[in-house]
């Protein structure tokens, strides 16, 4: 599908959209529109041209068969924390806000469940499921929207316990590009019939349908949660400690990999005591004190083993909060501190045991380049996010050199060419150089589910 095929909005098609959901769920507002037009990413903003909020299923239904009739892109919209590109409606068309999609549908505390709109902020959830001791695991960072973490197989800090999105969700409810409303997956933790059409649809970024409602796994909060940061002399040292906790048989919820330079912004800033040296934040969760005390001195062990500067835990409540509140902020910190500059963020994953030589792969590239670059990221699981600040384009072309090398070097490691960004618009270019002769499986999948092209059309493949 290419951008002449597509067909304009005109007055007729407006007033066909306000007849399916109602005058007041139909904008074309400039403010609005500028408003969804760019993510956080580095890629340009681009205009829908007109922006829809429904409130329920059969809204968004509607808006699907009108768009498929006439042959009008569409693109889903969460909140806009995504850093591809992947909501920028690069092809304009309608955009689909889910802000006022953002009901619980309903707690299944027994079963350990939740039904959910697709809107509602993964903070805002958990801050209602806390009230029954229950909470909805993988962590962005930002309050990213169900529907766009599952869009977009969101992980976070939590995943090397709790696993990505894809792993705490059950069954959905997707808009086909036709409008026909399905349901995918099941209530049942155990499912074994027909084809796994749940997981096609996590991950595939609004490409192949919209999803309109999500069955997540809950898990109960853990009773005692301790903090863990560990500093080191050099950032290889740190980062052969995270294999070395990885093959203890430690369960860490969370491990991340914080530089000297993010953790010296954070001490200035946040007020978090931490020393200009590469760093690791660790979070351990446990039922009982001799299991949390017990994890807590093996890795205490393995740590001092490695050579760790400093080593500090603590279960301290606030303390912990603060710890990982900063960690959540960093990249808005990193931002204050650099006015004037704009960011591109990429990410790789490999796995655990290529980690310290895509690590070792960046310091050197940073050694041997004039760009600056930071590294931060979710190192239990293998995943990097290596932050370029640029102040313009010449800047930029340098960094997009990096990415580059960056993102073959994690394949030659067996690795993959994002971990959790998603592919969006940046990423695309690299996807036959990661999937080969399956990337044509996928646009098999999507000519079949999306015959007209109009699902989220610019993300994922390069025409």
């Known amino acids: 599908m290419i951008m002449s095929a597509y067909q304009p909005v005109t007055p007729e098609i407006i007033a066909l959209l306000q007849s399916a959901v109602g005058a007041d769920a139909v ?114 960072g930002a309050n990213a929207t169900v ?13 090397v316990k709790y696993g ?22 099941s209530r049942s933790v155990k499912q074994s019939s027909g084809y796994d059409l749940l997981h096609l649809f996590v991950g595939s970024e609004g490409t192949l349908g919209i999803i309109t409602e999500a069955t997540l796994k809950l898990v109960p909060v853990p009773s005692l949660m301790s903090a863990v940061v560990a500093a080191f002399e050099t950032v290889e040292a740190a980062v052969e400690t995270v294999v070395a906790v990885r093959g203890s048989g430690l369960d860490p919820a969370a491990l991340e990999l914080i530089d000297a330079a993010h953790c010296h912004m954070l001490r200035e800033t946040e007020g978090v005591d931490l020393s200009d040296h590469p760093t690791l934040f660790m979070e351990f969760h446990a039922a009982h004190e001799t299991t949390l005390q017990a994890g807590l001195e093996a890795v205490q062990a393995i740590c001092q083993e490695m050579g760790a500067l400093s080593f500090r835990a603590t279960t301290d409540t606030t303390e912990r909060k603060k710890l990982w509140h900063a960690r959540h902020h960093s990249y808005e910190i990193m931002v204050r501190s650099h006015p004037n500059y704009h960011f591109f963020i990429m990410d790789v994953a490999v796995p655990i045991s290529a980690y310290p030589a895509l690590i070792g792969y960046v310091e ?33 072309e340098r960094c997009m050199v990096l990415n580059g090398l960056i993102i073959e070097k994690a394949l030659e490691l067996g690795g993959t060419i994002t971990g959790e960004h998603g592919v969006g618009m940046g990423k695309a270019v690299y996807m036959a150089k990661e999937h080969g002769p399956a ?18 059309p610019g993300k994922l493949f390069i025409d």
């Not at 529907?147 to 995943?159: H, K, Q, V």
């Not at 990505?164 to 997956?185: H, P, R, Y």
């Open 27 to 140: 904008t074309t507002a400039p403010a609005e529109l500028q408003l969804h037009a760019k993510d956080q990413s580095h890629h340009a903003a681009h205009l829908a041209d007109v922006l829809i909020y429904p409130t329920r299923a059969e809204q968004v239904s509607s808006v699907l068969k009108i768009a498929h009739q006439h042959c009008i892109p569409v693109t889903a919209w969460g909140v806009g924390t995504g850093l591809e590109g992947s909501a920028i409606p690069v092809f304009g068309g309608i955009s689909i806000s889910f802000e006022k999609m953002n009901q619980i549908v309903k707690i299944y505390a027994d079963d350990f469940q939740v039904t959910v709109q697709p809107g509602i902020g993964h903070k805002d959830l958990n801050a209602i499921l806390a009230r029954q001791g229950l909470f909805f695991a993988p962590d962005p």
């Open 439 to 456: 990337l044509e499986v996928m646009r098999a999948i999507k000519q079949t589910l999306d015959p007209k092209g109009i699902l989220n």
């Open 364 to 396: 050197q590239l940073k050694r041997e380049s004039s760009v600056i670059a930071y590294m931060i990221g979710h190192a239990g699981d293998g995943n990097i996010h290596v932050e370029f600040p640029f102040a313009d384009e010449a800047e930029y």
């Open 147 to 159: 529907g766009g973490m599952l869009a977009n197989n969101a992980s976070g800090i939590r995943t």
């Open 164 to 185: 990505a999105s894809k792993d705490n969700v059950l069954k959905m409810q997707v808009a086909l590009a036709d409008g026909t409303l399905i349901d995918v997956g």
